[in-house]
């Protein structure tokens, strides 16, 4: 199969919101022309000062590949596209909508990719005759921030494509894992969820408030995490140290298969968190957009410290054929 660089290569993200926006970030920092298609003219009207600031902040405007933006589907000029990454609406009937129109328009060698968080790139492409190209490409808020990508291969994907979207994102600059059965959760969120299951139940049982779990979290073994990831820490720490814990642990952690009482009580009060103005704190309009600058700045800092481990971005000299297939 043909390495296909991003720089020049046409792309397209269907859906300009939070996350459509930042994932058009991420391929235009990697070279790629990209094409964002969103219905809603207030949400399009800011796509392309916000992708431009970012590429900004980070030092990449001046390498990053061309950002348009249109209406609709049909306004694409499809001729060429590699990569179609869907980051619409989580409604599992409006995803296999669209993707039953990628079949009629976007050209037979591209990939199609739903960034979905939810749902099985197995069960957005049942039915469809392009589930072998169809993939999930899950990014994490913000996507152009947080470096990790999971490249999820369906029932039905083909294996190398899955390889090629790997190495595509890790020249737009990503960190792209290759998820190689199309669980719930996939990788990341699954443990992410494991992790909350037992915060969640010490909260739920007493033990400590929320304001201190966050705390063991970030200034514990959360911090080292930015060093060594559960793997890597076991041969830091000695192996047999970490397996006897395990054995005097596991038995009493939360196993419960439903939410922790501290999440559904929040739901049913309708204290979702930020949107609402409230959740396990007050969120007035003034520390929210406190709380997101100090939250982004964070995040900035980390890349910078991770830098030298980070994939390296192809230079703006760098060639490839526009519209390359995979």
Known sequence: MDICSPRNARTVVVG???????VAVVLARGGARVTVVD??????????????????????????????????????AWDGVVLVVECITEQLAAKQHLFGELVALAPASAVLASNSSGFPISAIAHGLPTAQRMLGLHFFMPAHLVPLVEVVLGERSDPTLGQWLHGFMRRCGSVPVLVKKDKPG???????????????ALIDEGIASPED???????????RFLAAGPVLQRDHAGIEVHCA???????TLSNTNVPAQALRDRVAN???GMKTGKGFFDWPED????????????LRQGLALLASELPTIEPATAQATPGAAP
Do not use: W
């Open 186 to 200: 996939f990788l990341a969120n699954r443990m992410q969820h494991a992790l909350s299951r037992e915060a969640f």
């Open 270 to 272: 309708g204290e979702l």
């Open 16 to 22: 300009g919101g939070t996350m459509g926006a930042d």
């Open 39 to 76: 219905p809603h003219t207030a949400r399009r009207d800011l796509l392309l000062p916000h992708i431009a600031a970012e590429l900004d902040a980070a030092g990449l405007a001046a390498g990053a590949g061309p950002v348009e933006v249109c209406a609709s589907l049909q306004d694409v």
């Open 245 to 251: 814990a395990a054995a005097t642990m596991y038995p």
């Open 213 to 223: 779990v966050d705390a063991a979290v970030r200034f514990g073994f959360g911090f």
């Open 287 to 298: 520390r929210k957009r406190a709380e997101r600058a100090r939250y982004d700045a964070l």
